[in-house]
């Protein structure tokens, strides 16, 4: 077994928008990020010595903007063949997240008024069709592609046999990366506790690290004590009725 090392690709401030290198025996990209980001994306494996076009995949953690808005350009900039779950194919293959947002906090509510989150990506279809645990060992990566549903429908995370989890938006550091090593929500999600029984499924696992797709890595103890507070908040909400959930569409394709 390789060691496969994990490389952030900052595509907004230091942190804020993350898109991820896998450098294992052959390179694999995970999110495609804002739409536009495709070049820089590209030109940041191109600095690490690679050639893009030896990129073998390209996995998208789930359907939002700013995590597959280029999906369809760096496709088309490194041949490579894009990986993600069936059930956010609808916003794949329209362009167009699901809406309405469903903020778990101030920032959420704060970022939805944010007319970029709602505009149009160009639409792709995935050419690996995710629908349970994954290896990636064929495209030169000894990781897994993992199911954790929750923030989306379709919400995937990679855990690599090293440990590392690059975990899309399972969690994010607070405030979209400004307070550093300090989990929180991310601004959205469509089923927070069913993201949250995600986030502990991955964390039972042992994971040494949690690459996330806002701000920098995270200490699984430090997430696990955060995660044990967020339950007894959720359930209180839970009990008080005041926890959103997003409906979960009838077209077996779209949820």
Same mark, same amino acid.
């Given at each position: 077994?390789?060691?496969?090392?994990?490389?952030?690709?900052?595509?907004?401030?230091?942190?804020?928008?993350?898109?991820?290198?896998?450098?294992?025996?052959?390179?694999?990209?995970v999110?495609?990020?804002?739409?536009?980001?495709?070049p820089?994306?590209?030109d940041?494996?191109?600095?690490?010595?690679?050639?893009?076009?030896?990129v073998?995949?390209?996995?998208?953690?789930?359907?939002?903007?700013?995590?597959?808005?280029?999906?369809?350009?760096?496709?088309?900039l490194?041949?490579?063949?894009?990986?993600?779950?069936? +059930?956010?194919? #609808?916003?794949?293959?329209?362009?167009?997240?699901?809406?309405?947002?469903?903020?778990?906090?101030?920032?959420g509510?704060?970022?939805?008024?944010n007319?970029?989150?709602?505009a149009?990506?160009?639409?792709?279809?995935?050419d690996v069709?995710?629908?349970?645990?994954?290896?990636?060992?064929?495209f030169?990566?000894?990781?897994?592609?993992?199911?954790?549903?929750?923030?989306? +429908?379709?919400?995937?995370?990679?855990?690599?046999?090293?440990?590392?989890?690059?975990?899309?938006?399972l969690v994010?550091n607070?405030?979209m990366?400004?307070?550093?090593?300090?989990?929180?929500?991310?601004?959205?999600?469509?089923?927070? #506790?069913?993201n949250?029984?995600?986030?502990?499924?991955?964390?039972?696992?042992?994971?040494?690290?949690?690459?996330v797709?806002?701000?920098?890595?995270?200490?699984?103890?430090?997430?696990?004590?955060?995660?044990?507070?967020? #339950?007894?908040?959720?359930?209180?909400l839970?009990a008080?009725?005041?926890?959103?959930?997003?409906? #979960?569409?009838?077209?077996?394709?779209?949820?």
């Amino acid at each position: 077994m390789s060691r496969t090392k994990v490389v952030a690709i900052p595509v907004l401030g230091k942190h804020a928008i993350n898109a991820y290198l896998l450098l294992g025996r052959r390179p694999i990209v995970v999110d495609a990020v804002t739409p536009g980001s495709g070049p820089l994306i590209r030109d940041a494996v191109a600095r690490y010595g690679i050639d893009p076009t030896d990129v073998r995949l390209i996995v998208i953690t789930h359907g939002h903007i700013d995590h597959f808005g280029s999906a369809a350009e760096l496709h088309r900039l490194t041949g490579a063949p894009v990986a993600g779950h069936i +059930a956010d194919l #609808q916003p794949f293959r329209t362009g167009r997240v699901r809406e309405p947002y469903l903020p778990t906090g101030p920032m959420g509510r704060l970022m939805d008024r944010n007319p970029k989150l709602h505009a149009t990506a160009e639409p792709f279809e995935p050419d690996v069709l995710v629908r349970v645990e994954t290896s990636l060992h064929d495209f030169g990566v000894d990781a897994r592609i993992m199911p954790t549903p929750g923030h989306t +429908a379709g919400s995937i995370s990679v855990l690599t046999d090293d440990g590392d989890l690059v975990a899309g938006d399972l969690v994010a550091n607070s405030f979209m990366g400004l307070i550093p090593g300090r989990p929180a929500n991310p601004p959205f999600h469509d089923d927070p #506790q069913r993201n949250l029984a995600s986030l502990r499924e991955m964390l039972a696992l042992n994971p040494t690290r949690l690459h996330v797709g806002h701000g920098i890595p995270l200490d699984p103890a430090r997430v696990g004590t955060w995660a044990a507070a967020e #339950q007894r908040r959720l359930d209180a909400l839970e009990a008080a009725g005041r926890l959103r959930v997003r409906e #979960q569409s009838s077209d077996p394709h779209a949820c």
